[in-house]
């Protein structure tokens, strides 16, 4: 039934921002739940279990935003190691790769930012 809600699995990771890729809901970054360590890990739900199936994001980090564009997944912003980040990290979701565009980068460090795009 569509119209309940659904307890799946303990997630790997906390305080991560999350996004539906490719239809199966991807955490990023966070806290890894068994270390509590900073982490740049995606976690996608793939046939009720969690898997790695994207790079980790080059700056680990918690509390970032996240937005995707066709098959570009954005993160921005963020903490680690007591430092509030201005980084931005795009993922093309088809290749696989991180890249760092400068144009994109966040006039200041931010951290729990929510993103859209229209």
């Not at 890894?32 to 790079?55: F, R």
């Not at 995707?68 to 912003?77: K, Y």
Request: aromatic share 8%.
């Amino acid at each position: 039934d569509d119209q309940k809600w659904e307890i799946i699995s303990d997630i790997p990771q906390n305080l991560s921002g999350a996004h539906i890729i490719k239809g199966h809901l991807t955490l990023i970054g966070g806290n890894d739940a068994q270390t509590n360590k900073v982490t740049g890990k995606l976690s996608t739900y793939v046939n009720d279990h969690w898997e790695e199936i994207y790079p980790p994001m080059p700056t680990p980090r918690f509390w970032l935003g996240v937005a995707l564009e066709d098959n570009r997944l954005i993160t921005a912003g963020g903490a680690c190691a007591g430092a509030v980040l201005s980084t931005v990290e795009v993922l093309n979701t088809e290749s696989k790769q991180w890249y760092s565009p400068k144009s994109l980068q966040l006039p200041e460090p931010i951290y729990s930012c929510g993103m859209t795009i229209s």
